[in-house]
Protein backbone atom coordinates (compact mmCIF):
# COMPACT_ATOMS: atom_id res chain seq x y z
CA UNK A 1 0.00 0.00 0.00
CA UNK A 2 1.65 3.57 -0.99
CA UNK A 3 2.06 6.11 1.62
CA UNK A 4 -0.95 8.10 0.04
CA UNK A 5 -3.19 5.36 0.66
CA UNK A 6 -2.27 4.57 4.02
CA UNK A 7 -2.33 7.76 5.06
CA UNK A 8 -5.96 8.19 3.34
CA UNK A 9 -6.96 4.98 5.32
CA UNK A 10 -5.99 6.12 8.59
CA UNK A 11 -7.35 9.59 8.32
CA UNK A 12 -10.60 7.68 7.29
CA UNK A 13 -10.44 5.81 10.13
CA UNK A 14 -9.69 8.28 12.67
CA UNK A 15 -12.48 10.37 11.16
CA UNK A 16 -14.71 7.29 12.32
CA UNK A 17 -13.37 6.94 15.47
CA UNK A 18 -11.39 9.27 17.23
CA UNK A 19 -13.76 12.36 18.16
CA UNK A 20 -10.98 14.82 18.56
CA UNK A 21 -9.66 13.85 14.98
CA UNK A 22 -13.32 14.00 13.69
CA UNK A 23 -13.66 17.93 15.65
CA UNK A 24 -10.40 18.92 14.22
CA UNK A 25 -11.03 18.13 10.59
CA UNK A 26 -14.49 19.68 10.66
CA UNK A 27 -13.24 22.81 11.81
CA UNK A 28 -10.55 22.99 9.13
CA UNK A 29 -13.17 21.59 6.43
CA UNK A 30 -15.10 25.54 7.82
CA UNK A 31 -12.16 27.39 8.05
CA UNK A 32 -11.19 26.22 4.31
CA UNK A 33 -14.68 27.40 3.55
CA UNK A 34 -14.35 30.41 4.74
CA UNK A 35 -10.92 30.92 2.88
CA UNK A 36 -12.37 30.31 -0.11
CA UNK A 37 -14.96 32.23 0.35
CA UNK A 38 -12.33 35.24 1.14
CA UNK A 39 -10.09 34.63 -1.56
CA UNK A 40 -13.03 35.03 -3.69
CA UNK A 41 -13.59 39.20 -3.21
CA UNK A 42 -11.74 40.86 -5.64
CA UNK A 43 -11.23 44.13 -3.12
CA UNK A 44 -11.40 42.70 0.44
CA UNK A 45 -11.23 45.54 3.00
CA UNK A 46 -8.55 45.37 5.82
CA UNK A 47 -10.83 43.85 7.97
CA UNK A 48 -11.18 40.73 5.91
CA UNK A 49 -7.80 40.67 4.96
CA UNK A 50 -6.89 40.49 8.91
CA UNK A 51 -9.97 37.70 8.95
CA UNK A 52 -7.78 35.98 6.27
CA UNK A 53 -4.67 35.92 7.69
CA UNK A 54 -6.08 34.68 10.74
CA UNK A 55 -7.81 31.48 9.39
CA UNK A 56 -4.81 30.52 7.56
CA UNK A 57 -2.88 30.85 11.06
CA UNK A 58 -5.68 28.50 12.91
CA UNK A 59 -6.03 25.82 9.84
CA UNK A 60 -2.61 25.52 9.84
CA UNK A 61 -2.36 24.90 13.67
CA UNK A 62 -5.13 22.52 13.30
CA UNK A 63 -3.28 20.43 10.69
CA UNK A 64 -0.55 20.63 12.92
CA UNK A 65 -2.69 19.00 15.77
CA UNK A 66 -4.25 16.04 13.22
CA UNK A 67 -0.79 15.46 11.94
CA UNK A 68 0.22 14.85 15.45
CA UNK A 69 -3.11 12.47 16.02
CA UNK A 70 -2.04 10.49 13.16
CA UNK A 71 1.81 10.40 13.96
CA UNK A 72 0.50 8.97 17.28
CA UNK A 73 -1.76 6.52 16.27
CA UNK A 74 0.85 5.47 13.97
CA UNK A 75 3.52 4.83 16.57
CA UNK A 76 1.15 3.06 18.48
CA UNK A 77 0.69 0.87 15.66
CA UNK A 78 4.00 -0.11 14.91
CA UNK A 79 4.82 -0.99 18.91
CA UNK A 80 1.92 -3.60 18.73
Same mark, same amino acid.
Given at each position: MSNVTAETALKEFLLTNDETFRALATEHHDYETRL? @??????FPN?? @???EEA???KKKLHLKDQMEAIMTRHKTSQMSH
Open positions: S @ELSSLHED @EQVTIK
